[in-house]
């Protein structure tokens, strides 16, 4: 198996260069891609020192961004994604390849309890998660994790798809679900990162409460409108109920509901025939 490892990394001096060296002694044949997305420290020398073929960007596009730029560089069949800040455990990479052997298009490896960098991050992770369960019909056990093996040639069908920001693995995971592609999850245990987080709590919170509403709309939008409208539709029929035996009349709050609820629902209906056009592919 051809294999190649990319690593998105801004102004990660403290760890790139033991990551790089530790993934060199034990996979000695794997291709090692660091992407440098406009570090202000020593990240990309160290990187290229260590052995690593360095990909760089003139300044910060974001993490999305650089997995996009090294999955283009990669020459390799089957592309590992991990983080540069010592998190992941090179020795996991194997069980990753073993289950792409067995036939899989993308395995997650998938954090176990006391992997999260925080109780709040744990909770949000299990709420995407079951959100994406639900979504999906199948089980989701770690959607944002970024430690990740992949089938180079169907991960770049989806690059268009892709945002520049951190929300990469659940819109590929989403992606690869929509297109019919077979997903696996492979256990592991992420250590503590090394050096400062580049998560803003504030401004991030706001990002990945959007990625709920992008979870939808990336898989099957009806999914999510639908329930909306039927919970629309409630609460104008038990108001049009009230008001009817209370004064005897059809109210504007009624009319506004129902209609409300149609609305939300033929957007559904839409965004769900986009969504079909969207996964058609170039094929």
């Known amino acids: ?59 910060s596009k974001g993490n999305g961004a650089a997995i996009k730029s090294g999955a283009r560089a990669a020459s390799g069949d089957v592309i590992v994604f991990m983080d540069a800040d010592g998190q992941h455990d090179p020795a996991d990479i194997q069980r990753l390849l073993d289950r792409i052997n067995e036939g899989y298009d993308l395995v997650v490896g998938a954090r176990q309890r006391g992997s999260q960098a925080s109780v709040g991050r744990g909770l949000a992770n299990g709420f995407y998660n079951r959100l994406a369960t639900y979504m999906t019909g199948h089980k989701v056990e770690d959607l944002t994790s970024g430690f990740r093996a992949v089938r180079v ?87 049009y109920g009230y008001t009817l035996s209370a004064y005897g009349r059809f109210t504007n709050m009624s009319a506004l509901l129902y209609t409300g609820s149609a609305m939300v629902f033929l957007m559904g209906l839409i965004s769900e025939q986009i969504t079909a056009l969207m996964y058609r592919g170039e094929r």
Do not use: C
């Open 153 to 239: 040639d169907k991960f770049r069908e989806f690059l268009y798809l892709l945002p520049n920001g951190f929300s990469y693995p659940t819109t590929s995971t989403m992606a690869f679900f929509r297109a019919g592609y077979s997903v696996a999850y492979e256990p592991i245990h992420a250590s503590q990162r090394i050096g400062k987080s580049h998560i803003k709590p504030l401004k991030d919170g706001v990002r990945f409460l959007l990625i709920i509403f992008k979870i939808g709309t990336l898989y099957s939008p009806l999914k999510l409108f639908a329930p909306i409208a039927a919970l629309a539709f409630l609460l104008a029929s038990v108001w």
């Open 1 to 59: 198996m051809n294999v190649s490892v990319i690593l998105p990394a801004k102004n990660e001096s403290a760890s790139v260069g033991a990551v790089v060296a530790s993934l060199k002694a034990a996979y000695p044949e794997f291709e090692v891609i660091v992407v440098d997305d406009g570090s202000t420290d020593n990240t990309a020398r160290l990187a290229s020192d260590a052995g690593a073929k360095v990909v760089s960007h003139p300044y």
